[in-house]
């Protein structure tokens, strides 16, 4: 009886240690947030300039952005400094969930942790540039020469934020395909021999997404379609040659 009951009093202590900790690093991670945004506030108007800059670019000369909302010249860059505080947030946040899950984890496991971690961001990241330097250009061209000669396009500040939170957001999601792939066949959900025997099922659903996420013209369909695709042979061939090595050491 008396074993019993000092086990359950570490039970409780370990999990009131796990909830204390985990309460640390949410903590670090709301204060590293908060931080960085304050430091970005004083820089909301430029960032959202920067932001409108491919569009403004396109507008006629007697043409411009508006705010139908009263408070939308404010809550515009106010949203987007809040957006960026978490997108350069993401490293630190995700840092503190590995120190929080690291120590129950074997040292094989922190190594393949790591490495999905750091390639997630990366490509993460990569989709967010590329989408901005590519594929919101060429959108946008796309909308304003599709404009009937007699309307003036004037863009609402906060539609326009919108319209590029979604696209950076479904190319920040989609260039996470080479880690999905690894991961699938990683833990025996897929196989390589599945997906190949799948790949043109697999092609053809990339462009399914691709033309439903970007605007209708073939040029941004392609400019996702065929990233997807190349980041998936990668995935693939990356799962391959880590296969082989555990093989043959």
Request: aromatic content about 14%; some cysteine; proline content about 6%.
């Amino acid at each position: 009886m008396t074993e019993h009951l000092v086990s359950e009093n570490l039970t409780e202590m370990k999990y009131s240690e796990h909830l204390k900790e985990l309460r640390k690093r949410l903590i670090y991670s709301i204060g590293a947030v908060v931080t960085i945004f304050l430091v970005l506030l004083p820089l909301a108007q430029q960032n959202y300039h920067v932001l409108a800059r491919p569009l403004i670019s396109l507008l006629p000369v007697n043409s411009t952005m508006i705010a139908t909302d009263v408070m939308g010249t404010f809550l515009a860059p106010f949203k987007l400094n809040i957006y960026l505080a978490i997108l350069v947030s993401i490293p630190f946040i995700l840092y503190q969930f590995w120190q929080f899950v690291a120590p129950a984890l074997y040292q094989n496991e922190k190594r393949f942790g790591v490495a999905l971690a750091l390639s997630s961001i990366f490509l993460f990241y990569l989709g967010l540039l590329f989408a901005y330097g590519l594929i919101l250009p060429l959108a946008l061209k796309f909308f304003v020469l599709a404009s009937p000669e007699n309307v003036l396009p004037m863009t609402d500040i906060n539609s326009y934020l919108d319209f590029c939170l979604k696209l950076f957001l479904a190319f920040g999601l989609a260039f996470q395909i080479p880690v999905l792939t690894y991961i699938l066949i990683f833990i025996g959900i897929l196989s390589i021999q599945q997906l190949e025997e799948h790949r043109k099922h697999i092609i053809v659903f990339f462009f399914f997404i691709a033309m439903f996420i970007t605007p209708p013209d073939v040029f941004s369909m392609l400019a996702l379609a065929v990233p997807m695709w190349l980041l998936f042979e990668l995935g693939l061939w990356i799962t391959k040659l880590t296969t082989i090595k555990k093989e043959h050491p």
